[in-house]
């Protein structure tokens, strides 16, 4: 019981671990929707502040009652006592003093007006004789002279309810110079701000509940039906000059053991799945832009020339070549494109050998005018074919598979897909439109690479990236899908 109650505590601390890395993840992608959202409740709160707004202006006085018939004096010859039993009835009654139609007929007949333009209170001090009146009203000149013509006929409405009195006016009545309701915007809209904001957090909080993305290799067979040919740790580099080397790769000495050691591990399960399916010509593939397929197609070309093997590393993503510029190499070069265009179907010449290892590239520099029709080009398959002569392994970088079918027709050249996951980007069922996509295109996909795990940490404590920009060359994407193609998870 023990046992089980601690494996229900471990699950429900994963879960919750599970669901901040997906706040994170969403978070970090539409960090502008709670700022926005703050901005909009705090600008629509204080306008509507604003539009609501009236100055409330007020004018009192404080007087004392005295009684006017003598015969109510006591036997000291004082009033006092009935002056406060007075003021205490006057309390009483003054509520409904100003709401007979006696007093309000005389006030409008005193003032000329149709309507009083302000409210009047009433308040005894208690255990005195002591009176005030408030008169307050939109216009402190209103209030005012409501006021003074409220001290004016009070004594002669009040003369038919209590009997003869007199007003001893203690104060002055002045008119007012400012409202007293301050106009204060700040706290109005502090709050709208801050209900906006909560808001925006928690609209994240309801995205990152509702994803459904790969994080761990186990979910790759579980929710994917699919096998986990390797995991690629994080790889960050600090911050340096500009002419420091911060290629994703093998080769750059600046690259962690662990990395190193994932990409060794990758090569012998693929080298195991490529001898069961007989795969020369494997095309590398992913759900979204930034998910480091041109970072596994070319360590994985590296790796597996490392162990003898002739190894061919073709970009075949037409619309945003990539491999060089991974691979940290300048000299230009013809690509597939030029090749197509001229229609060659051989394409030994154009190989660029990569110094200090078996090898070589057809990749160039200049994007495809025409992808989509060059990638259907019959002298494509043509040209593959004549590669296949001149190597053991032709690993192929495509385009992501859900922006456009590029990656599609391609794999019926190829003998096998390897699919690059980064952890916790793509969704579920985004991932599962492009493997069916791939499927029905009649591909064996060997495996997934799950790039971006956390927790393997290489040393470094900056992170990078390259643009890969496929806003221009593909079309308008989220964001967060386009920040860097070749930043490791």
């Excluded at 106009?183 to 904001?197: D, I, M, S």
């Excluded at 790796?303 to 070549?321: F, M, Y």
């Amino acid at each position: 019981m023990e046992d089980h109650k601690i494996d229900q505590a471990d699950e429900e601390q994963i879960d919750l671990l599970r669901l901040f890395q997906e706040f994170w993840g969403v978070f970090r992608g539409l960090f502008w929707l709670p700022v926005l959202l703050a901005v909009l409740l705090g600008a629509v709160q204080g306008f509507r502040s604003w539009r609501s707004y009236t100055p409330r202006y007020s004018s009192s006085v404080t007087f004392t009652i005295q009684m006017t018939d003598w015969a109510l004096t006591d036997i000291g010859g004082s009033t006092n006592y009935y002056d406060k039993a007075m003021a205490e009835q006057l309390s009483k009654t003054f509520p409904y003093l100003l709401q007979s139609e006696l007093m309000q007929s005389m006030l409008r007949q005193e003032m000329g007006t149709a309507a009083v333009n302000g409210s009047i209170t009433a308040q005894t001090v208690p255990n005195t004789n002591l009176f005030s009146l408030k008169v307050t009203s939109t216009k402190a000149q209103d209030a005012y002279d409501i006021l003074n013509t409220v001290i004016e006929i009070y004594p002669r409405v009040a003369d038919y309810v209590v009997g003869s009195t007199q007003m001893n006016l203690l104060t002055v009545p002045v008119v007012a110079e400012q409202p007293d309701n301050a106009f204060r915007p700040a706290r109005t809209v502090c709050k709208g701000a801050a209900l906006g904001a909560v808001l925006g957090m928690l609209i994240i909080l309801a995205f990152a509940a509702a994803r459904r993305s790969i994080r761990e290799p186990e979910e790759i067979r579980r929710q994917l039906n699919q096998s986990c040919l390797g995991t690629l740790p994080q790889v960050s580099f600090k911050r340096r000059s500009g002419a420091a080397d911060q290629t994703v790769s093998i080769r750059n000495r600046r690259i962690s053991g662990a990395f190193q050691e994932s990409v060794r591990s990758l090569r012998i399960k693929f080298l195991r799945e490529s001898a069961r399916y007989k795969a020369q010509v494997v095309m590398v593939t992913s759900t979204h832009p930034g998910e480091g397929k041109t970072t596994v197609a070319v360590n994985l070309a590296l790796t597996l020339s490392q162990n003898g093997a002739k190894v061919i590393l073709v970009d075949l993503d037409l619309r945003k070549p990539s491999v060089k510029k991974a691979l940290g190499l300048q000299t230009p070069s013809l690509g597939v494109p030029e090749l197509l265009e001229r229609g060659e179907a051989d394409g030994e010449k154009y190989l660029i050998p990569v110094e200090g290892t078996n090898l070589s590239l057809l990749a160039g520099d200049n994007a495809a005018a025409d992808a989509r029709q060059q990638i259907s080009s019959r002298h494509l398959s043509a040209l593959l074919n004549s590669l296949r002569r001149q190597a053991d392994f032709i690993v192929l970088d495509t385009p992501p598979c859900r922006l456009v079918a590029d990656s599609a027709s391609i794999a019926r050249t190829a003998d096998c897909t390897v699919y690059v996951l980064r952890a916790g980007a793509a969704q579920v069922p985004h991932v599962l439109d492009s493997l069916q996509l791939l499927a029905d295109s009649g591909t064996r996909i060997m495996g997934c690479v799950l790039n971006g795990v956390q927790g393997s940490h290489s040393g470094y404590g900056y992170g990078y990236g390259y643009g890969y920009g496929y806003g221009g060359a593909y079309g308008k994407y989220s964001r967060h899908h386009k920040e860097h193609e070749e930043k490791q998870a």
